[in-house]
């Protein structure tokens, strides 16, 4: 089942073509691995998606229906929820605290007992919400999130990403700053969150990273899309084939023709 898709989607910044014409569908439950050289537009895409940037022409359809994600909110609204790369929490806080980060309207105004109770209840909703995701992090209740690990970060951001967000979840680089075994931890929750119908989108530079996981990758070339293809019938040397360019992309070998 399509769940989004992309029509010729364009962004420009000034004279900087950071994508052009670039359209996919994206299926319920689909892991699908972002891919190519520096510059390629792939950030770009991730902020499309996210609402962060306001394409320059194209359409976002969502369920059948036309959508505008931005602003950021707008998208998060429509269940649609991003890690960057920085994770955007802060270390002081617990993953409870960061959990309800910005979304203050949870916690409400009103007596301070009023405050204390909801906090309880914020902090056990966290909590759960970890524990049913078999994330296991010692102390987790009281530990601020700068004394984990960063693994245990990125599982902590991921996991509040699904919480929030009912329907897609947007990976950049999830794996970059990990270890082996951390990067294992990070890829089981992934597959795990699509086994629950979470369509998830993952900007990876590490292309076992993105075999262990992914079901489609698409490379993106120069803002254009190269490649589109499911994992399994393609492999290592013809996905590195599209992002150098030494295999030509569709809409390449499209323009070619039409020139
Ligand atoms: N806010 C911006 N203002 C101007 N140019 C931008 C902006 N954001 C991206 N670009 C340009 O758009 C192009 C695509 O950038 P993008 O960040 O999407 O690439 P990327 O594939 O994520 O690269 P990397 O692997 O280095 O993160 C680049 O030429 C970049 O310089
Ligand atoms: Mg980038």
Not at 102 to 131: N, Q, W, Y
Not at 170 to 191: C, F, M
Request: glycine letters at 10%; charged letters at 20%.
């Amino acid at each position: 089942m399509t769940l989004l898709s992309l029509n010729q989607i364009s962004k420009s910044f000034g004279g900087i073509h950071a994508l052009q014409d670039v359209s996919f569908d994206l299926n319920k439950g689909d892991i699908v691995g972002l891919v190519g050289d520096n510059g390629a537009g792939k950030s770009t895409l991730i902020k499309i998606l996210a609402g962060a940037h306001d394409p320059s022409s194209g359409q976002v359809i969502l369920e059948g229906q036309a959508q505008t994600l931005s602003p950021p909110a707008n998208a998060q609204g429509l269940g649609i929820e991003t890690v960057y790369q920085d994770l955007s929490m802060i270390g002081a806080f617990t993953a409870a605290e960061n959990f309800f980060l910005g979304r203050e309207l949870a916690l409400g105004r009103g007596p301070a007992l009023f405050r204390l109770i909801r906090r309880k209840t914020m902090l056990d909703t966290a909590v759960s919400g970890l524990e049913e995701l078999h994330i296991d992090i010692p102390g987790v209740r009281s530990k601020p999130v700068e004394r984990m690990s960063g693994g245990q970060r990125q599982l902590v951001a991921i996991a509040r990403g699904a919480f929030w967000g009912s329907k897609m979840l947007l990976l950049d680089e999830p794996t970059a700053a990990l270890g082996v075994r951390e990067s294992k931890e990070v890829l089981n929750l992934i597959t795990r969150l699509s086994a629950r119908g979470l369509t998830i989108v993952m900007v990876t530079h590490n292309l076992e990273h993105l075999w262990s996981v992914c079901n489609r990758v698409v490379v993106m070339r120069r803002g254009r899309k190269a490649a589109d293809m499911p994992s399994a019938s393609t492999n290592m040397e013809d996905v590195v084939a599209y992002i150098t360019g030494a295999k030509e992309g569709l809409q390449g070998r499209a323009l070619e023709l039409t020139s």
